[in-house]
């Protein structure tokens, strides 16, 4: 499944920016970056259970915001996209 990992982590603080960084983290090993905070990650139940678990572990509920969308493999989905940003197709070949 194809989910969506939104986040606004405050950091007026030290600790805060700590947070970002390993926001971050997490998401990078996980997905692609498409904006500052928003990351595209192709993963299964068990790999987004993980993910989720992993990210709750690290964001402050008091300060941080996250949002996970789960966008089911339908058919006719698709993602629009415009800009200098291409995403890496997953389901295509590797080496061109």
């Known amino acids: 499944m194809l989910v969506?990992?939104?986040?606004?982590?405050n950091t007026e603080t030290l600790a805060?920016?700590?947070?970002?960084?390993r926001v971050a983290k997490v998401c990078e090993g996980t997905g692609q970056r498409v904006q500052k905070s928003v990351f595209e990650c192709q993963?299964?139940?068990?790999?987004?259970e993980t993910?989720?678990?992993?990210?709750?572990?690290e964001i402050d509920a008091g300060?941080?915001?996250?949002?996970?969308?789960?966008?089911?493999?339908?058919?006719?989905?698709?993602?629009?996209?415009y800009g200098m940003f291409k995403?890496?197709?997953?389901?295509?070949?590797?080496?061109?």
Do not use: H, M, S, W
Not at 43 to 48: G, I, N, P, S
Not at 87 to 96: C, I, K, Q, R, Y
């Open 87 to 96: 995403a890496v197709d997953f389901d295509g070949p590797l080496v061109l």
């Open 63 to 81: 300060q941080d915001c996250l949002r996970l969308y789960r966008i089911p493999e339908t058919r006719g989905f698709e993602a629009r996209e």
């Open 16 to 21: 805060g920016r700590r947070r970002l960084r």
């Open 51 to 57: 993910l989720e678990r992993k990210l709750l572990e």
């Open 4 to 9: 969506l990992v939104c986040y606004d982590v």
């Open 43 to 48: 993963v299964d139940t068990a790999q987004f």
